[in-house]
T-cell receptor, first 116, second 112 residues
Framework: GAGVSQTPSNKVTEKGKYVELRCDPI?????LYWYRQSLGQGPEFLIYFQGTGAADDSGLPNDRFFAVRPEGSVSTLKIQRTERGDSAVYLC??????????????FGPGTRLTVL | TQLLEQSPQFLSIQEGENLTVYCNSSSVFSSLQWYRQEPGEGPVLLVTVVTGGEVKKLKRLTFQFGDARKDSSLHITAAQPGDTGLYLCAGAIRNRDDKIIFGKGTRLHILP
């Protein structure tokens, strides 16, 4: 089937605004991950879900960031009171099972967020 | 603290040359992955290595996992312009619930 999709592909917003970024994982994948990638950097872990629950949210930088996955499929990353430092590409990945070491993650193309 | 160090950060070489990029850490990994990322796209998995000393080949790419499972290398033979991209290593760190940690990557540019 289709790969991981993310919408929107680009989002420009003003400082202080609220944004939502959506991720549609590969059908049947139980684990879902959010990463943030700044220019010249590798992806930085934010949060992952196993099913509907956040198994690890230790990468969320502060309480302005929140993510949900209410039905265990689509996930939304929510950022309140955006700041210019939030500008980055937000990547979503999914995998069939969580358990390492054969945990192949399939990435979406990302959402490029620009906060003016 | 950067748990995964990749070197070099940038590499520009002529088509047909060989190259090696490195991924190092002080932590032991239960597994290590190499990804390639092109502009505007997400990373794509190239290989996963699990066993210390393991060597895997993917056409002109050779991946090696260190004996102590703290480091890895990627060797490309006879580089082609199509190899251009950002190469990322990512490790699942033992004793950290196998969370995947990415390095900053090596940006490779192959000149035709």
């Amino acid at each position: 089937g289709a790969g991981v999709s993310q919408t929107p592909s680009n989002k420009v917003t003003e400082k202080g605004k609220y944004v939502e970024l959506r991720c549609d994982p590969i059908s049947g994948h139980t684990a879902l991950y959010w990463y943030r990638q700044s220019l010249g950097q590798g992806p930085e872990f934010l949060i992952y879900f196993q099913g509907t629950g956040a198994a690890d949210d230790s990468g969320l930088p502060n309480d302005r960031f929140f993510a949900v996955r209410p039905e265990g499929s689509v996930s939304t990353l929510k950022i309140q009171r955006t700041e210019r430092g939030d500008s980055a590409v937000y990547l979503c990945a999914s995998s069939f099972v969580l358990a390492a070491p054969y945990n192949e993650q399939f990435f979406g193309p990302g959402t490029r967020l620009t906060v003016l | 603290t950067q748990l995964l160090e990749q070197s070099p950060q940038f590499l520009s070489i002529q088509e047909g040359e060989n190259l090696t990029v490195y991924c190092n850490s002080s932590s032991v990994f239960s597994s290590l992955q190499w990804y390639r990322q092109e502009p505007g796209e997400g990373p794509v998995l190239l290989v996963t290595v699990v066993t210390g000393g393991e060597v895997k080949k993917l056409k002109r790419l050779t991946f090696q996992f260190g004996d102590a499972r703290k480091d890895s290398s990627l060797h490309i033979t006879a580089a082609q312009p199509g190899d251009t991209g950002l190469y990322l290593c990512a490790g699942a760190i033992r004793n950290r619930d196998d969370k995947i940690i990415f390095g900053k990557g090596t940006r490779l540019h192959i000149l035709p």
